[in-house]
Nanobody, 120 residues
Framework: QVQLVESGGGSVQAGGSLRLSCAAS?????MGWFRQAPGKEREWVAR????????YYADSVKGRFTISQDNDKKTQYLQMNSLKPEDTAMYYC????????????????WGQGTQVTVSS
């Protein structure tokens, strides 16, 4: 069972930046981030294939968020710049031992979530 531990959430004003971290207990093929705002469905944000470092982003965050990984390939980061109030959500780290896509069912392992609040 892969354990995922997130950190780095918090409150920031619009236009500010935050960096989220996610540490996995073991190597996985793909890691990603989802977010869920109150009253809304959980949505995919970004993902990275750990072996190739290939990255993919939702249109809503492209150009503002950057997903990256540590040299050990077990820790990933989500650098969030130019934050907007609509980015406010609980952010979840996710991982897969195989291929992963922009839907939740392609990720088998999940973290507990970290809150990001952006005020206007």
């Amino acid at each position: 069972q892969v354990q995922l531990v997130e950190s780095g959430g918090g409150s920031v004003q619009a236009g500010g930046s935050l960096r989220l971290s996610c540490a996995a207990s073991e190597y996985t093929a793909c890691m990603g981030w989802f977010r869920q705002a109150p009253g809304k469905e959980r949505e995919w944000v970004a993902r990275i294939y750990t072996s190739s470092s290939s990255t993919y982003y939702a249109d809503s965050v492209k150009g503002r968020f950057t997903i990256s990984q540590d040299n050990d390939k077990k820790t990933q980061y989500l650098q969030m710049n130019s934050l907007k109030p609509e980015d406010t959500a609980m952010y979840y780290c996710a991982a897969s031992k195989g291929f992963c896509f922009a839907w939740q069912s392609s990720f088998a392992y999940w973290g507990q979530g970290t809150q990001v609040t952006v005020s206007s």
